[in-house]
Structure formats: C-alpha cells, structure tokens
C-alpha cells in the first residue's frame, strides 16, 4: 500500500529509461532481443560444445584485452555468484589466516566467512565506519589480503595496496567494466556479472594471478577437503577448457559476452570509467546545490564512480521520493535498506546514459518542490 500522494512528472522530463539500480542493474535490451532470436542456436545447446564454449571463450579474451592482463593471468569462471566465491576462496585460496578491509555489507560478509572456517585460524579484521574505507595496511601473518574495491552498500570506493607477501584478493563486483584496475596490483580479482558489467546474476568470474594460481594448486595437494562444486583447481582446470564445472545460465553468459564485447568497440574500460565518472559528478555536484540533498561519503577520495549515495535533509523522505518515482517508472534508487539512512542509491554505471542521470535530477527537483 502506498502511503504518499502520487505526482505526475510530465513525459518529456522523464529518463529514456527508468532502470537505476545497483544490482541487477540495467541491461541493454539490445541483447535481450538478440537472445530471443531463434535461429541462433544458442539457448538450449550443450555448455560443453564449441556454440557456447566459443562464447566464454570470447569473455575470457575480452577481459584479457580489457584489463592488458600480463602473461600468466588467466580468467576464471564458476556457477554462483560473488558470494559462493567467498566460500571458495575459504577453501581454495586462504591458507591459514587473512586479513580483511571492511567498510559496509558486501566486505563484511567475506570477513564472516573466513571467521566461520573451522579449518582457518580467527581473521584479522580491519574495519572503517559506514561511508568511509580503511588504508590498506601489512598485517603480520596473514596469506590473503581481502579488500573490496567498491562498496555497493555505502557507494564508497576503496583502495587497496600490496602491502606484504600475502595474495591481494579484490571484490570487484560493482567495479569491474566501469573503474580501471592495474592487474599487477592485484591477484585475484572477482566479480559477478549483474553490477557494473550490466548482465544477469548466477556467475563468479575471477582474473588470477600466477602467484594465485600457485595458491590454488598447492592447498588442491593439501590435506584440505574441498568440496568439488567450491574447488577453485576444479574451476581453474575446466576455465582452460572454456567451460564451467556445473552448468551455467547460458543467457548470463551470453549477456555478459555482448557487454564486454561492445566495450571493447567503444573505447574499453578507460571510455566506460570516464562515462561513469561524468555521470557520477553530475550526481553529487547536483547535491552539493540542492538545499535537501548532500553526499554520504564525506571524503571525496572515497565517493564511488558507479554507486552514488546521497543523503536527504529530514524534511524530505527518501522513501517517498523513491516511491513517487516509481510511480513514474524511475526505479531501484531506495538507500540499502541495512544502512537504515534517509538515503537514495543511485547506480551510474556504464550502461546507463549520462543524459539519464541528468534527466534524474531534474525528477528530483521536479518532485521534492510539490511535497
Ligand atoms: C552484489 C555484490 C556481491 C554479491 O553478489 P552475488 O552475485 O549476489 O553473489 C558481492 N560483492 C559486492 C561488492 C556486491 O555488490
């Protein structure tokens, strides 16, 4: 039940397209139409024929080329998302101990599961308050530093450092496609394709490190028990033949194809990073005017580029601002509901249109002066 007073926003102000969520986030329709031809053969084929190995095949270059990875990198794939990634990497990655820089939701449920191992020792956790981010940091005895590089439940940016001897693990979910990363940085960096990349969810896809690879192999040889659906060697070793151990949703994989694919055409992860930049300004210059809005992150260096989080004033509730717009069609802008701020979260990722954003403000100056 609505419990606001709907206001019109005439047509002509509206966005071309009202998806501004920041996952599952909007996907080019263009490729939803592509998928629904049938004489392409392609839905309804076997995962472990060239049809749909040569379209993983695709995604494994294309990341390759996107991120210029050095010789020895190779991009793996599994079933399940980010989140069964954490489980794995439990098993597959962390030897004894690791570290984690945590600033919200998704960073802290990493943590929890590395201190939920029973065969790993108590992690060290280095947390920063909500709309803000630790400095990386050398932790004594741990063999896996975990950061994330954007935080989708603050809409804070990061950063992340090899600092020591330990394996820098990255969470790239709402980062990857849309903020540049130096690969050397870095040697794990993982991501689910329903964020910045614009697909559907159900995927983990991880750009590995030799050194990570290295991990990989050795704990296989341990003593360790891994279950076969978690083991990363299982992955690793099916990513070579360009297929998945279990099977994928072909439409996520043929989604996430076509995006990089049109990246790559249109001037790569540096034009998609300065598209979510432009956008992104837009949003918190737009607050810094507005008389009922203003950033979250206070810190300029930690205001994310692809997940903008404003805060209101008060006397204007965010939740009825969402709502009204979603009356209108603009959808997907509520605050992340665990942060319990009166709050909007808007995604700005490479998909969506900076006229879109621009039109999206002007929604909201519309709305907030008839409350
Ligand atoms: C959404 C998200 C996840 C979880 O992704 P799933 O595909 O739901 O497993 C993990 N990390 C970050 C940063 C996210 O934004």
């Not at 139409?33 to 024929?49: C, K, V």
């Not at 490190?209 to 360790?224: C, F, G, N, Q, Y």
């Not at 996520?252 to 990246?263: A, D, F, G, P, V």
Request: net charge negative; proline share 5%; charged share 20%.
């Amino acid at each position: 039940m609505a419990r606001h007073t709907t206001i019109t926003i005439p047509d002509d102000m509206l966005p071309h397209d009202g998806r501004f969520g920041s996952g599952p986030s909007r996907v080019d329709s263009r490729f939803v139409q592509e998928l629904g031809d049938p004489g392409d053969m392609y839905l309804g084929t076997s995962h472990r024929r060239s049809g749909v190995r040569d379209v993983v095949r695709s995604v494994q270059d294309g990341l390759t080329r996107m991120y210029n990875l050095p010789d020895g990198y190779e991009v793996v794939l599994g079933v399940g998302g980010a989140t069964l990634f954490w489980d794995a990497a439990a098993f597959g990655l962390i030897s004894n101990r690791s570290a984690h820089f945590v600033c919200g939701e998704f960073s802290e449920k990493f943590a929890a599961v590395a201190a939920s191992a029973p065969h790993l020792d108590a992690p060290v956790i280095i947390s920063a308050e909500y709309g803000s981010a630790p400095e990386p940091e050398d932790c004594e005895g741990v063999d896996v530093a975990a950061y994330i590089h954007n935080e989708t439940s603050t809409g804070v940016l990061a950063p992340f450092a090899r600092t020591g001897d330990a394996l820098v693990v990255v969470d790239g979910t709402s980062a990857a496609g849309a903020i540049h990363i130096d690969p050397v940085e870095i040697d794990v960096y993982y991501f689910s394709p329903q964020k910045a990349l614009g697909s559907e969810g159900g995927l983990w896809i991880a750009i590995m490190s030799p050194a990570a690879i290295d991990r990989i192999h050795e704990l296989a040889a341990s003593k360790r028990w891994i279950p076969s659906s978690l083991s990363l060697a299982i992955a690793l070793d099916n990513s070579r033949k360009n297929q998945t151990y279990n099977t994928p949703a072909l439409v996520t994989l043929y989604l996430i194809e076509r995006q990089i694919s049109s990246m790559l055409k249109t001037g790569g992860i540096r034009e998609a990073a300065r598209h979510s930049e432009r956008s992104s300004r837009h949003l918190y210059s737009w607050a810094h005017r507005s008389d009922f809005a203003q950033p979250f992150v206070e810190n300029e260096r930690f205001r994310s580029p692809t997940v903008v989080t404003l805060d209101l004033t008060p006397s204007v509730s965010a939740d009825a601002i969402a709502a009204i717009l979603r009356d209108n069609g603009i959808v997907d802008i509520e605050g992340y509901r665990k942060l319990g701020r009166n709050q909007l979260r808007i995604a700005t990722f490479p998909n969506i249109p900076t006229s879109d954003v621009e039109a999206l403000t002007a929604c909201f100056d519309y709305v907030a002066e008839r409350m």
